[in-house]
């Protein structure tokens, strides 16, 4: 187990060298090179962009590399050419309401996809299994936008259900504590918190089923196929003959048996929700990182698009190492070899 662990520490270090040299070099394409990095803004404007070039030609790559990581290192991601404010931490500022919405879209993901992978394995080659998997078929490839603008339409334009966009409603006024919104609602101490949670949450519904939609698709898929090799297994079928029900062999031996490629699902469905959430969070209006980095694209606003990308692909890496060593520890297999 402690070579496993070892093994993926020193493939989570190589990801994070390679994304560097990504990094770095995304950075010297800017107008300004690295010098972002140490400098307010103010300070690019009083440079030529002769004296610019002519700094980075007379730098040795490697010492601007190195000089590079330390600041990284320390958290300097240089300041916001709009706001002139750190964008390391207007990321922090941002980034929770990422996690909300995707935490709550990989719920509504698990919620549904998981009682229909079983339910498509247990009817397998049958009318139920057929209209499920044809069904995530479309889900899977479906644009985003498109799936977004539709579920607009009908639940909000035409039936009025669900809000349109905005995160809560504009009557309430609740201080951020933990950048979480229905945390946030709970914690405040306004008389109206009650009903400004759920309006938090009425806010949250369409913009998660929009984003978890693509999940979905993946782990009812995923459900499917390793439930059909689970329940194929003698051990399965020496259950049902001791008189376990359906229902226990199912959903207390097979599925947690089957868990494990379900969580290699989940690790790579986590990289889709952040992807997904730039164009969620801009349709809906989602005060998240995703449309904070689509402005900054917008506005050029080069030291938040590289500390944006570079940080949220940081934690998506994270997230995969954890993933690993927790499906590792769940599989006595792997715990054996």
């Known amino acids: 187990m402690l070579h496993f662990i070892l093994q993926q520490i020193l493939n989570f270090i190589l990801t994070l060298f390679i994304l560097s040299l990504f990094s ?31 700094v980075i030609h007379n730098n040795n790559i ?11 290192s320390n958290g300097e991601f240089g300041f916001s050419n709009i706001r002139g404010t750190s964008v390391f931490k207007e990321f922090f500022t941002y980034f929770p309401a990422t996690i909300e919405l995707s935490v709550c879209a990989m719920f509504f993901a698990l919620a549904v996809g998981l009682p229909l992978g079983v339910l498509a394995a247990k009817q397998k080659n049958k009318w139920p299994d057929k209209l499920i998997v044809s069904t995530t078929l479309i889900g899977y490839s479906m644009p985003i936008f498109w799936w977004a603008m539709l ?27 933990t950048g979480f919104m229905l945390i946030d609602t709970l914690l405040s101490k306004q008389s109206y918190s009650t009903e400004a949670f759920y309006s938090a949450l009425h806010h949250l519904i369409l913009p998660a089923i929009v984003l978890g939609t693509i999940p979905l698709a993946a782990i009812t898929r995923s459900t499917r196929s390793a439930m059909i090799n689970i ?21 207390k031996l097979a599925l947690r048996n089957a868990m494990i490629p ?28 995703g449309k904070w980095i689509l402005e900054a694209v917008h506005h050029q606003d080069f ?20 993933i690993n060593i927790f499906s590792m520890m ?4 792997q715990r054996r070899k």
């Open 231 to 251: 329940l194929s297994e003698d051990y399965i079928r020496s259950a049902i003959a001791r008189g376990l029900s359906s229902t226990q062999v199912i959903w």
């Open 262 to 289: 379900i969580m290699m699902t989940l690790g790579i469905q986590i990289s889709v929700l952040i992807t997904g959430s730039l164009i969620t969070e801009t349709i809906f209006s989602w005060p998240g990182a």
């Open 62 to 72: 490697f010492s601007d590399y190195f000089s590079y990581i330390k600041h990284l």
């Open 24 to 54: 770095f070099g995304l950075a010297l394409s800017f107008p300004q090179g690295i010098s972002f990095i140490v400098e307010q803004p103010a300070t690019f404007n009083l440079l030529q962009t002769s004296q610019l070039e002519q």
């Open 330 to 333: 769940i599989d006595p297999k």
């Open 151 to 177: 579920l607009v339409l009908l639940f909000s334009m035409l039936l009025g259900i669900t809000p349109v966009a905005s995160q809560i409603g504009f009557e309430y006024d609740i201080q951020p504590i």
């Open 303 to 322: 030291p938040v698009i590289h500390g944006g990308i570079l940080m949220t692909a940081g934690l998506v890496i994270v997230s995969h190492l954890v």
